[in-house]
T-cell receptor
Framework: DGGITQSPKYLFRKEGQNVTLSCEQN?????MYWYRQDPGQGLRLIYY???????QKGDIAEGYSVSREKKESFPLTVTSAQKNPTAFYLC???????????FGEGSRLTVL | AQTVTQSQPEMSVQEAETVTLSCTYD???????LFWYKQPPSRQMILVIR??????QNATENRFSVNFQKAAKSFSLKISDSQLGDAAMYFC?????????????????FGKGTKLSVKP
């Protein structure tokens, strides 16, 4: 079945460690997005990519990094520079023009 | 820049009754999409309904319908015959039809959400 797969669903990290969240889609979508969700904040855009080998910062990119080496994959690295990384992270994909975005099931990151 | 506002942090409805969730947005664009997404406790984001701005007719999906008022920049969601499974966070979202306009690059812009409770 077509869809978006995020892994892991739950992740625990010690302070000072980098972690990478995986996002894979088989919907043949050009555009992919990473959102962060905190209670009472809605969803905020971290990074997005409209095409392979290109990506742009969103509203809250500090402390995060991404790559887009394949159309299907858009991993997000939460670096030690991110001051408050505990959150729920959602990956999404869509066509380049209009229409809805499709979401993965999310990854919950907790910093110990 | 576009913004989306949901003024009701929480709403409650009796099972089988009707509830309306409010959403307003701000944009200078004439062509765009509006969405309502549902996020149940599983936290999976599920598309409920979509509206294309150039279409005057309000979208309907079974028990879900919208009241789209383009001039007023209002996009409310009506849930009829509410069911226990409708309990969730509901997010209103905006997406430009032109990916390169204003640097939005086709991003979804979300409101902060409305938590809907359904009483049996």
């Amino acid at each position: 079945d077509g869809g978006i797969t995020q892994s892991p669903k739950y992740l625990f990290r010690k302070e000072g460690q980098n972690v990478t969240l995986s996002c894979e889609q088989n919907l043949n979508h050009d555009a992919m997005y990473w959102y962060r969700q905190d209670p009472g904040q809605g969803l905020r855009l971290i990074y997005y990519s409209q095409i392979v080998n290109d990506f742009q910062k969103g509203d809250i990119a500090e402390g995060y990094s991404v790559s887009r080496e394949k159309k299907e994959s858009f991993p997000l690295t939460v670096t030690s520079a991110q001051k408050n990384p505990t959150a729920f992270y959602l990956c999404a994909s869509g066509t380049g023009v209009g229409g809805e975005l499709f979401f993965g099931e999310g990854s919950r990151l907790t910093v110990l | 820049a576009q913004t989306v506002t949901q003024s009701q942090p929480e709403m409650s409805v009796q099972e089988a009754e009707t509830v309306t969730l409010s959403c307003t947005y701000d944009t200078s664009e004439s062509d765009y999409y509006l969405f309502w997404y549902k996020q149940p406790p599983s936290r999976q984001m599920i598309l409920v309904i979509r509206q294309e701005a150039y279409k005057q007719q309000n979208a309907t999906e079974n028990r879900f319908s919208v009241n789209f008022q383009k001039a007023a920049k209002s996009f409310s969601l009506k849930i009829s015959d509410s069911q226990l499974g409708d309990a969730a966070m509901y997010f209103c979202a905006y997406r430009s039809s032109f990916p390169n306009y204003g640097g939005s690059q086709g991003n979804l812009i979300f409101g902060k959400g409305t938590k809907l409770s359904v009483k049996p």
